[in-house]
């Protein structure tokens, strides 16, 4: 395994793996004798990044989630998992009743949510500390100053090491960091975005995100993030929920002129590299010009293997800027 830090702060920031994994759906669709084998394998890998929030997995009984947190919880105690294993959770993004979504019913971001749910992940972690907590989509009901005070204020206090936030417009985590930074407050040092090889078209309406495409890395996401070197992109769902191998499973954002060559550079490299395209696809996130950790999902042990390979795969000058030309 390889290692990053992550925060900006000397007094908090974190060493963690290059590669992160994400347990959405364990504790749902994964059953926990499976979780906990992948979780088990994972940290023998050198592993030491896990991904949930406190809404996984509401999609998947109709409720309003907390089985991935309440299965890593039960996971953390029965291995006597201490603070070598960082566990990242989001709050704002739990429906607020039962057989509602996000999209129209989410809890939001203000102040009260913020300490109450905080409390609730730690309950179903088991931990008295969240290592890192991210706002996981935007509030903008919410004033910022109370966002932003309300997040620091867990950390202030030690109920939470690092901040971070997911599928925000670039401009209100800019200025929300500076909010911070005014007031001398820990501020996002995480940006948690979808971000793969393949670009999906950013002007349809995602299935994911049907207000737009907040979620997915932008150029502009990406010139931030160059001129911010202390900030981490965590990229979630580079494997395009398994779309690389299974083209059943791309949706409809990646139908567009730009796919058929990027695949076509995407196998040539594999080939080449005696590789899979699933690994040289988070190599190439893992080597970048920016600080990026690839997060990943898997529902078996192979899966997870063929993954934890990527670390290892040095991709050559040639072979990444053929990558980053193919359009
Ligand atoms: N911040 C956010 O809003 C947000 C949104 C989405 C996800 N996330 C985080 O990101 C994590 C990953 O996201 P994701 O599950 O959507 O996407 P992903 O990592 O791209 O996809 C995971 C799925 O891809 C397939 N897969 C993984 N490795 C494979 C391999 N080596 N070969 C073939 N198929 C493979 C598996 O599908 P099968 O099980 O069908 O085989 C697996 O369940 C989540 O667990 C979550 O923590 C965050």
Known sequence: MKYRMIGSDPATRREVSVLALGAMLFGSQTDEKTAFALLDRYVEAGGNFIDTSDNYAFWADGGQGGQSEELLGRWR???GVGDEIVIATKLGARPLAPGTSYVDNAEGLS?????????RSRERLGAERLDLLYAHIEDRTAPLRETVEGFAELVVEGTVGLLGVSNHAVWRVERARALAAA????????LQYHHSYLRPRTDIPGDLWPDGTLGATTAELLSYLEAEPELTLVAYSPLLTG???RPDKLRPDYDHPGTPARLKALEEVAREAGATVNQVVLAWQLGGRFPIVPLAGVSSVAQLEENLGAVDLELTEEQRGRLDAAH
């Open 111 to 119: 102040a009260k949510v913020i300490r109450e749910s905080a409390e």
């Open 77 to 79: 105690r029965s291995r």
């Open 243 to 245: 779309g690389y191998v």
């Open 183 to 190: 007031a001398g407050l820990p501020g996002y040092d995480v």
